[in-house]
């Protein structure tokens, strides 16, 4: 980037599976995670106030401050434990056990 004092840091969020809304920002150096979802306007498209956000995948405060080229990722929460949906996926493949 060509200005010392503009970051520029995309904000994502998955709705549901296959579904991606990814917006691109320039904000000002020193804003927030909070500065970013409000320019986003995500909130206003998805129901996001009670989501975990997170940096690169390393969950985020809102008051934490961006460097250039943060990714800002909302994550959904899990409807099912993913060590539960790899067993049941193993076992639809295998089939129902015999006896």
């Known amino acids: 980037m060509g200005h010392a004092d503009v970051?520029?840091?995309?904000?994502?969020?998955?709705?549901?599976?296959?579904?991606?809304?990814?917006?691109?920002?320039?904000?000002?150096?020193?804003?927030?995670?909070?500065?970013?979802?409000?320019a986003s306007g995500m909130s206003a498209r998805h129901d996001t106030d009670k989501l975990a956000v997170g940096v690169w995948g390393v969950l985020a405060a809102l008051d934490d401050r961006l460097r250039d080229r943060d990714r800002i990722e909302l994550y959904r929460p899990l409807l099912v434990d993913p060590k539960e949906a790899r067993r049941l996926r193993q076992q639809k493949q295998r089939g129902p056990l015999k006896r």
Do not use: I, K
Request: zero cysteines; aromatic letters at 4%; charged letters at 20%.
């Open 7 to 38: 970051l520029s840091v995309t904000v994502v969020y998955s709705p549901r599976a296959g579904v991606v809304d990814e917006v691109l920002l320039s904000l000002q150096e020193g804003a927030t995670v909070a500065d970013a979802l409000r």
